[in-house]
């Protein structure tokens, strides 16, 4: 609730002014609604994946195209990647190591930013989570079934922003570990 809070309170106008980049993105999610985007492996703006922009394109459809929409996208994926780091931490520690995680990345200045900029670098922290608790129940529990998802939200990882192709070296080392 914390997380989420200080994510979406103000969004649309902290922090002012809005950045080129939220634009541009806002942009690519218009191109996708338009129908210009016909090539989702093919690459749009910033040389990112042209699937990067589709959760943006979703929350435009149902929001409409505006600043809030656009930073929307950031502010769920810092939430969820607080959500995602509590259920890890309690995987592999215990419940108390994992509210104090899931509190230290729910106030972090540096993850609060960035979840309230429209940007898709934020992903990257909401991805790394996901498979890192996929692989710590993989591990805990010897099922195949969170192997697998981890293996495909990882392969996903290489159509999202740049940084989050980090996470599948971090899983591997994971596994090795």
Known sequence: QVALTLRTVG???HPYPWSGDELSIGIE???????????????GWSSQSNWS???T???????????FAVRLVSAIAGTLAVLFVYLTAR?????????MAGAFLATLPFNVHFSRIGVNNIVDSFVSALVFW????ALNKNDLRYYFTAG????????SYAGTRLVLILAFAILIY
């Open 29 to 43: 999610a218009r191109r996708i609604l338009a129908g210009e985007v016909t090539n989702y492996f093919d690459t």
């Open 57 to 67: 394109a979703i929350t435009e459809f149902l929001l409409g195209e505006n600043i």
């Open 134 to 137: 996929l692989l710590a129940r």
């Open 152 to 159: 495909i939200v990882g392969g996903f990882c290489i159509y």
């Open 11 to 13: 969004l649309p106008v």
């Open 53 to 55: 922009f589709v959760p």
């Open 91 to 99: 995987e592999f520690f215990n419940k108390s190591v994992a509210l």
